[in-house]
């Protein structure tokens, strides 16, 4: 056991097969490499607290939004039989939380690697999916675990649910990706729970959106590696009509979406769960990618980030105060 032990994981960001990814169509994801989560676990006399964003306590008192975190804390203390250690957990994140960003999942990857780091045991990447899993299932009810695979991966990533994650790069030198935060809180169990109460009410008009998705993801497979952005922007486009079609999207997030189109978006669409959250245009190029992030925020966007595929390098972050309305 150490005295001193760290855990870091990153924001997440679908491209394309949210919500398909659930009925086991395929999907594609990157992490951010500059919006972490860093998780410091010490030593101490006595008790067991954590301290984070919305709690500062002890890890027995955490309620509701962090009844996941804490099932996957007791389960990983119960694994190595040390129930009764001490330590104080710190974790400090710059996701916002419920945006999209796999804010619940990256928390959970990096306090499981904490947790490992701390008790001085080798993590491998089945046992970190399972373990994460145990806080997800409990945050969002039916989770696919992109999320969790994403946040903890090296690079991007096709994901189908219950299949080994392939990694592979996206091959898109010239094109940026711009991220803007509509500032309204996304519920992924809200929004999941929507989609399958459609599938029960009207799988005429549900399954074949779902279907839909995945063949739109399985093109944009082909399209990232030999590099076709103007094929990635209508992709983009027709997951968006899809997306808001299963109900998942919103007018703000339909507003964004065309500000982006026109300020020379290649292609626009919602990004995770939706029903508020996130969304992501494709630029083709840095200064259209600024031209873009500087429209949305002036419409209200309430934080932008860029993103290129060359590097996964972080370029720019830029904030506003109000909500687009
Ligand atoms: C949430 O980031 C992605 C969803 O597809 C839910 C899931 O896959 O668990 C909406």
Redesign the pocket.
């Given at each position: 056991m150490k005295k001193q032990a760290f855990g870091k994981s990153y924001a997440k960001i679908?491209l394309f097969g949210?919500?398909s990814?659930?009925y086991n169509q395929p999907a594609i994801a990157i992490p951010l490499y500059s919006v972490d989560v860093n998780v410091e676990i010490n030593k101490a006399v006595s008790g067991q607290t954590i301290n984070c964003r919305y709690f500062d306590g002890p890890v027995e008192d955490m309620q509701d939004n962090l009844a996941g975190l804490k099932k996957l804390i007791y389960a990983t203390l119960k694994k190595f039989s040390k129930q009764s250690e001490s330590f104080e957990i710190k974790i400090s994140s710059k996701l916002p939380a419920e945006r999209?960003m796999?804010s619940s999942a990256a928390t959970a990857v990096a306090v499981t690697r904490a947790l490992f780091d701390y008790f001085d045991v080798h993590l491998n990447r089945d046992s970190l999916l399972e373990i994460a899993d145990i806080e997800e299932k409990v945050t969002?009810g039916n989770?696919?675990g992109?999320?969790s695979a994403t946040v903890s991966s090296d690079g991007g990533i096709w994901f189908i649910k219950g299949h080994e994650n392939e990694q592979f790069n996206l091959n898109l030198p010239t094109s940026s990706l711009v991220i803007a935060d509509s500032g309204i809180k996304g519920k992924?169990s809200e929004?999941?729970s929507l989609v399958a109460r459609n599938l029960l009410d009207e799988p005429e008009k549900t399954k074949p959106l779902i279907k839909n998705l995945g063949e739109i993801t399985n093109t944009a497979k082909e399209a990232l590696t030999v590099s076709e952005p103007m094929l990635i922007g209508k992709l983009m486009d027709q997951a968006q009509k899809d997306l808001s079609a299963l109900g998942v999207s919103n007018k703000t997030l339909d507003k964004m979406c065309a500000i982006a189109k026109t300020n020379g978006a290649l292609g626009a669409k919602l990004t995770?769960?939706g029903l508020g959250g996130c969304m992501i245009a494709l630029a083709p190029s840095q200064e259209s990618a600024q031209k873009i992030a500087t429209a949305l925020r002036t419409k209200g966007a309430t934080k932008t980030w860029i993103q290129t595929f060359k590097n996964y390098e972080f370029s720019m972050e830029e904030s506003n105060g109000d909500a687009v309305k």
């Open positions: 679908i949210e919500h990814v659930v999209g796999g969002h989770p696919s992109i999320d992924t929004a999941v995770g769960s």
